[in-house]
């Protein structure tokens, strides 16, 4: 058979040209060989079939599960020899996922057409971060793409079992807390009018846990539509304050010095600029513009401000280490001292690999331990709260008793 290509060489640059060969898998080892990437061939002669029609997807979102089982086999199928573009649409035709089945046949379209797949993904920010994209366009420049796939995949994983361990360790308190919560305003709306109605008949100076029992169950009556909407309100309002530049800022640094919730955030936001700038790294993107793409990762303010900065400062000689030992608040000495053994001895990608296992670990272990710390708090407080409403409906009671 023969084949029309298209394929890049190790600059980046298109090569088109017509081969008689067995298969497509023995054009792209051809193709290798001669360091080549083969990104799309069609058999001479052969009618091409209607391309699937894209539309966005308006509602559906791509979870990471759905990009691990992306970049996974992509890495294999380009491996094994397939061309990009086939590669595309044969992951497109085993998701069921439709909004990123469409993604992935318009982005096997574009790289038919002889586009770059950094730059078709382009054309989907909110599905393919500034990350992905970049390491992906180093992968196809410098001949390496199973290799950034293979990166990619890692990354992935390990950020979303990161994110997982978190809510998962998290779920059980919000879960109690919001079933506390509930019950109190059931109680306080529902069952309490109706026992302290049978003190408000006796007319008798009540104890003065009690008055406050009833005076607070009937303001929440009476202004029960109210209290709700102010709260919607307000709820919004915060919303939308932390999620500006200055807002952000300042919530941000406020949880930073909250007591448990400071060292978990410390340790996340450690461990994904770790394994974000280590990847970027190793695919051979310029330092400047990694700390740039790293600093979009990063979810706290306060970090993503100094990765900023620093991107600022390399530009002036000065050294990783030394930029991130000035703010020894976010960055704690042993980062600073091992990322400066990695910078002198050059092997700052394996430091800054072994930094994020390190603090992912950590991160592993104190959520693991944060059920069992959290757990003796909530009984507590859902004590005192079970206890203070037994003694304000327990002492009128055993008043009353008394004075038969």
Not at 72 to 101: D, E, I, Y
Not at 244 to 265: C, D, E
Not at 302 to 318: D, L, M, S
Request: no cysteine; proline share 4%; glycine share 6%.
């Amino acid at each position: 058979m023969k084949y029309k290509y298209t394929a890049r060489n190790k600059n980046g640059e298109l090569e088109n040209g017509e081969l008689e060969i067995n298969s497509e898998h023995e054009l792209a080892e051809y193709l290798r060989n001669k360091g080549l990437l083969l990104t799309s061939a069609e058999i001479i002669g052969q009618k091409k079939k209607n391309k699937t029609k894209f539309s966005w997807p308006l509602f559906n979102r791509v979870k990471t599960v759905e990009k691990v089982f992306f970049t996974q086999n992509l890495q294999v199928m380009v491996k094994a020899g397939l061309s990009v573009s086939l590669a595309l649409k044969t992951l497109a035709q085993q998701t069921n996922n439709k909004s990123f089945r469409d993604i992935l046949m318009d982005l096997h379209a574009r790289v038919d057409k002889g586009n770059t797949l950094a730059d078709s993904m382009a054309n989907y920010p909110k599905v393919f971060p500034e990350v992905f994209i970049n390491m992906i366009r180093a992968g196809e420049k410098s001949g390496k793409l199973e290799e950034v796939l293979l990166q990619l995949t890692t990354q992935l994983r390990k950020s979303h079992a990161l994110i997982a361990k978190v809510r998962g360790a998290l779920t059980y308190p919000v879960v109690v807390i919001t079933a506390m919560i509930g019950i109190g305003i059931a109680m306080m709306v529902l069952v309490i009018p109706k026992i302290t109605g049978i003190f408000e008949e006796v007319n008798a100076t009540l104890p003065l846990p009690t008055r406050i029992l009833m005076s607070t169950s009937d303001f929440m009556i009476a202004h029960g539509p109210i209290l709700a909407v102010a709260f919607i309100v307000l709820a919004i309002i915060f919303w939308r304050i932390i999620h500006t530049k200055k807002g952000s800022f300042i919530w941000h640094g406020f949880l930073l010095k909250m007591p448990i919730i400071a060292p978990i955030l410390r340790k996340i936001n450690l461990a994904k600029y770790a394994r974000t700038f280590s990847s970027l790294i190793k695919t051979d993107i310029p330092v400047v513009q990694s700390f740039q793409i790293t600093a979009s990762t990063l979810s706290n303010s306060h970090y993503r401000q100094v990765v900023e900065e620093a991107a600022e400062k390399v530009k002036k000689g000065i050294q990783i280490a030394a930029i991130l030992g000035e703010y020894p608040k976010l960055f704690p000495p042993l980062v600073v001292q091992m990322i400066s053994v990695g910078e002198e001895t050059g092997t700052i990608d394996t430091i800054l690999d072994e930094l994020a296992n390190f603090y992912e670990e950590d991160v592993d272990r104190t959520m693991s331990n944060l059920t069992t710390i959290l757990e003796p708090i909530l009984i507590l407080i859902l004590g005192a709260g079970v206890g203070g409403l037994a003694v304000s409906i327990i002492l009128p009671i055993y008043s009353l008793t008394q004075n038969i």
